[in-house]
C-alpha cells in the first residue's frame, strides 16, 4: 500500500510558477513510478507528466511540455512539479499518483492516488 499526500497548490497570477510536491509512503519508492494528473470543474481528470522511478524517464502532456518540469528524489520519498510560465486554463485540481515499475499516462494504470490540491491561475 502507497499513501501520497500532495502540497504546494494556491491561488498565482498568469505568468507565475508554482511547486507541487508528492510526499509517499512507500518501503522501496524507487519501484513506483509517480504522475501528475489533473481536474477541472466539469472536465475529466487528464495526464500531466510522469517519471519512472528511478527518474531516468519523464514524459509530459503537449499542453505542459517546455513549462511543467517533473522531477523526484528518492532519498525523500518525494516527487515534484514545478510550473512555469502558468496560464489560467491551468486552473485545476492537481493529483499525483503511483503505480509499479515502467512509465505510463495512462489513468488507469495508477491504483495509488492523493487527495489533491488545487492551483488557481488568475488572469
Known amino acids: 500500500q502507497v499513501q501520497l499526500v500532495e502540497s504546494g497548490g494556491g491561488l498565482v497570477q498568469a505568468g507565475g510558477s508554482l511547486r507541487l510536491s508528492c510526499a509517499a509512503s512507500?518501503?522501496?519508492?524507487?519501484?513506483?513510478?509517480v504522475a501528475w494528473f489533473r481536474q477541472a470543474p466539469g472536465e475529466a481528470r487528464e495526464f500531466v507528466a510522469a517519471?519512472?522511478?528511478?527518474?531516468?524517464?519523464?514524459y509530459y502532456a503537449d499542453s505542459v511540455k517546455g513549462r511543467f518540469t517533473i522531477s523526484r528524489d528518492n532519498a525523500k520519498n518525494t516527487v515534484y512539479l514545478q510550473m512555469n510560465s502558468l496560464k489560467p486554463e491551468d486552473t485545476a485540481v492537481y493529483y499525483c499518483?503511483?503505480?509499479?515499475?515502467?512509465?505510463?499516462?495512462?489513468?488507469?494504470?495508477?491504483?495509488?492516488w492523493g487527495q489533491g490540491t488545487q492551483v488557481t491561475v488568475s488572469s
Open positions: 512507500a518501503r522501496t519508492f524507487s519501484n513506483y513510478r
Open positions: 517519471i519512472s522511478g528511478i527518474g531516468g524517464s519523464t
Open positions: 499518483a503511483a503505480g509499479r515499475f515502467g512509465i505510463s499516462a495512462q489513468r488507469d494504470s495508477y491504483p495509488y
